[in-house]
């Protein structure tokens, strides 16, 4: 059964520094993973989506990347900012559901950037 | 467009009682799901649709019924409620062509709380 495991739970950095956020799943056999932002109280918005064909996928001051043979991707934020302070979390479709959408979530990481 | 809409915002039920969560979205997305997310914890999936008429069980669906008479519309029904059900809930919608998936799009979720 594929488990998702996010660690640290929670992380607080200074204002500028550059951060990297961890993400690790049990079952290499995947579709996809995508990473997604979650502020207080509110919904999820999606962040990046890496296939599995690909290593890596950017927007602005984010760089995902995926190594599938070790379960691992990773969420780069450059010069963060106050305004990055949001839960992340990532997420994978693994390919025993074949069939739908299907997607396993892990826990979050909680960051805070200090002003 | 709007996105994903969900209704109610917030809602706080007797143990027995039943409601249905709202949930619509206007970007024709073939694929919708229902997920809940208990504190501190990632999503876990309910049931979701790969279209119109066309629905099926997620990693926790006891307690839940839904149904997908349109392609915007995907109601969450709660029979008799319970404290387990205590949560935030969040509809999602993507679009699917084939094998290829798209990201998923998030509704603001609706707070339950069941006592």
């Known amino acids: 059964k594929q488990e998702v495991t996010q660690i640290p739970a929670a992380l607080s950095v200074p204002e500028g520094e550059n951060l990297v956020l961890n993400c690790s799943f049990t079952?290499?056999?995947?579709?996809?993973l995508q990473w997604f932002r979650q502020d207080p109280g509110k919904g999820l918005t999606s962040l990046l989506l890496i296939q599995s064909s690909q290593r890596e996928q950017t927007s602005g001051r984010l760089n995902a990347s995926l190594d599938k043979s070790s379960g691992r991707s990773t969420l780069y934020i450059a010069a963060s900012q106050p305004g990055d302070s949001a839960t992340y979390l990532c997420?994978?479709?693994?390919?025993?559901?074949?069939?739908?959408?299907?997607?396993?979530f892990g826990s979050g990481t909680r960051l805070s950037i200090r002003p | 467009n709007a996105g994903v809409t969900q209704t109610p915002k917030f809602r706080i039920l007797k143990i027995g009682q039943s409601m249905t969560l709202q949930c619509t979205q206007d970007m024709n997305h073939n694929y919708m799901y229902w997920y809940r997310q208990d504190p501190g914890m990632g999503l876990k999936l309910i049931y979701y649709?790969?279209?119109?008429?066309?629905?099926d069980k997620g990693e926790v669906p006891n307690g839940y019924n839904v149904s997908r008479s349109t392609t915007e519309d995907f109601p969450l029904r709660l029979e008799l409620a319970a404290p387990s059900q205590t949560s935030v809930y969040f509809c999602?919608?993507?679009?699917?062509?084939?094998?290829?998936?798209?990201?998923?799009?998030f509704g603001p979720g609706t707070r339950l709380t069941v006592l």
């Open positions: 999602a919608s993507s679009y699917r062509s084939g094998i290829d998936d798209n990201e998923q799009f």
């Open positions: 079952d290499s056999a995947i579709y996809n």
């Open positions: 997420a994978v479709r693994p390919r025993e559901y074949s069939s739908a959408s299907k997607i396993i």
């Open positions: 649709s790969v279209g119109a008429g066309i629905t």
